[in-house]
């Protein structure tokens, strides 16, 4: 079965950077796009970031756009998200999400997430 | 990246139906159908309910279903139970490569 397991959440001072990692298993993670998707505490879903199956193209939400990196292993099955310059309404649960497609479209699993919170 | 606009909040008794609207552009739910709609439970990770306007996922019961009318998609849910109790957010594809979610809406079964 689909699996997505996000980890690499902490508490973090604003200015500071973190680096978030989701390990897929269960289908070949070569063969779809993934995203970031990020809720605010009692918030919405934000969609972040998506990578298309091969990395040749990356996308992002202007709120993160030039602070953050989506990037991918495919050799290790494994997403990342680099996020520097973190503020505090970076705050949230980030989630990873497999698309059905090579590029992108809408998400379909989720992994459970990873908490981040930037504080002083 | 505005995002879709969907009610805060709707609400029916068991057994009844509910609908809940989505509404965008024609340069993200008008323009594509790449509509998806996830329900999540408090605490929980979101599960997709409906996928590519009107398509459901395997496991999914047959009571939740999707469609698209010009820049709007409907989520309607047939034969409310209590389990159907959590928040509802749609999602469609963008022209600029990018993924946009509605803001979510609370259903409250009575």
């Known amino acids: 079965q689909v699996q997505l397991v996000e980890s690499g959440g902490g508490v973090v001072q604003p200015g500071r950077s973190l680096r978030l990692s989701c390990a897929a298993s269960?289908?070949?993670?070569?063969?779809?796009?993934i995203h970031w998707v990020r809720q605010a505490p009692g918030k919405g879903l934000e969609w972040v970031a998506v990578?298309?199956?091969?990395?040749?193209?990356?996308y992002y939400a202007d709120s993160v756009k030039g602070r953050f990196t989506i990037s991918r292993d495919n050799s290790k099955n494994t997403l990342y998200l680099q996020m520097n310059s973190l503020r505090a309404d970076d705050t949230g649960m980030y989630y990873c999400?497999?698309?059905?497609?090579?590029?992108?479209?809408?998400?379909?699993?989720w992994g459970q997430g990873t908490l981040v919170a930037v504080s002083s | 990246q505005s995002a879709l606009t969907q009610p805060a909040s709707v609400s029916g008794s068991p057994g009844q139906s509910i609908t809940i609207s989505c509404t965008g552009t024609s340069s993200d739910v008008g323009g594509y159908n790449y509509v998806s709609w996830y329900q999540q439970h408090p605490g929980k990770a979101p599960k997709f309910m409906i996928y590519d306007v009107s398509n459901r996922p395997s496991g999914v019961s047959n009571r939740f279903s999707g469609s698209k009318s010009g820049n709007t998609a409907s989520l309607t849910i047939s034969g409310l139970q209590a389990e159907d109790e959590a928040d509802y957010y749609c999602?469609?594809?963008?022209?600029?490569?990018?993924?946009?979610f509605g803001g979510g809406t609370k259903l409250t079964v009575l």
């Open positions: 999602s469609s594809y963008t022209s600029s490569g990018t993924t946009v």
């Open positions: 269960g289908f070949t993670f070569s063969n779809h796009g």
């Open positions: 999400a497999r698309d059905p497609q090579l590029s992108s479209s809408c998400p379909d699993y």
């Open positions: 990578i298309w199956y091969d990395g040749s193209n990356k």
